[in-house]
């Protein structure tokens, strides 16, 4: 599976920007995906996840109700809606699939394909 992550920029705090994440090689159908985001001298941490059903996600708490995942399976796309930034959202967000279809995990181990990394700037 290859992975191409775009969307990232520069907003303001309070801003929204939409990541999308565009998959070759195998269906999104078939996977589960998940973005994560790796901030300056910080561990890689999961934000949202999805089951290649879409009918289970996962939510990091800290972005509960201003982040949202969704798929879209005609275009083989995974999206990250991201609403009322703030400064520490501020990372490299990179999007990843999980060979698993039945599961939207955070556990980076789990996952086996990452994209390139996209970064996120939010100025307070």
């Known amino acids: 599976v290859q992975l191409q992550a775009s969307g990232g920029g520069l907003v303001q705090a309070g801003g929204s920007l939409r990541l999308s994440c565009a998959a070759s090689?195998?269906?999104?159908?078939?996977?589960?995906m998940g973005w994560f985001r790796q901030a300056p001298g910080k561990e890689r941490e999961c934000v949202a996840a999805?089951?290649?059903?879409?009918?289970?996600?996962y939510y990091r708490n800290s972005v509960k109700g201003r982040f949202t995942i969704s798929k879209d399976n005609t275009k083989n796309t995974v999206y990250l809606q991201m609403n009322s930034l703030k400064p520490e959202d501020t990372a490299v967000y990179y999007c990843?699939?999980?060979?698993?279809?039945?599961?939207?995990?955070?556990?980076?181990?789990?996952?086996?394909?990452w994209g390139q990394g996209t970064l996120v700037t939010v100025s307070s």
């Open positions: 990843a699939a999980d060979r698993h279809r039945y599961r939207a995990t955070p556990r980076r181990a789990e996952y086996d394909y």
């Open positions: 090689g195998r269906t999104i159908s078939s996977v589960g």
């Open positions: 999805i089951s290649g059903t879409g009918d289970s996600t």
